[in-house]
């Protein structure tokens, strides 16, 4: 069993910011790439960004030089610093670990319950 406990959404003001967390815990052997996603109501789920193993990053074009993503492996934990957030960037977050149990076991991915991110002023 895995589990993904994501954390630090909220309700921010035009030009704010939030970091967001997600850890993981339970029956990993290793951890791939780690990456965050949203959705919009009415859109379709996204790629915000993503860090590989070996913390080579990617980026929405909408998000870069605004949001960073890291990654803590003694943790198992990924975040998401999101600055200068406009209300276009209101949306549910969700992690997505690539997770092996075993090292017998094939990659799977691992989704978040989601955290709400509202921009408003």
């Known amino acids: 069993q895995v589990q993904l406990v994501e954390s630090g959404g909220g309700l921010v003001q035009p030009g704010g910011s939030l970091r967001l967390s997600c850890a993981a815990s339970?029956?990993?052997?290793?951890?791939?790439?780690m990456g965050w996603y949203r959705q919009a109501p009415g859109n379709q789920r996204e790629l915000v960004a993503t860090?590989?193993?070996?913390?080579?990053?990617n980026y929405a074009n909408s998000v870069r030089g605004r949001f960073a993503i890291s990654r803590d492996n003694a943790k198992n934990t990924v975040y998401l610093q999101m600055n200068s957030l406009k209300p276009d960037d209101t949306a549910v977050y969700f992690c997505?670990?690539?997770?092996?149990?075993?090292?017998?076991?094939?990659?799977?991915?691992?989704w978040g319950q989601g955290t709400q991110v509202t921009v408003s002023s």
């Open positions: 860090i590989t193993a070996r913390s080579n990053t």
């Open positions: 997505n670990v690539e997770i092996r149990r075993s090292v017998w076991a094939t990659m799977f991915d691992a």
């Open positions: 339970g029956n990993i052997y290793s951890i791939g790439t």
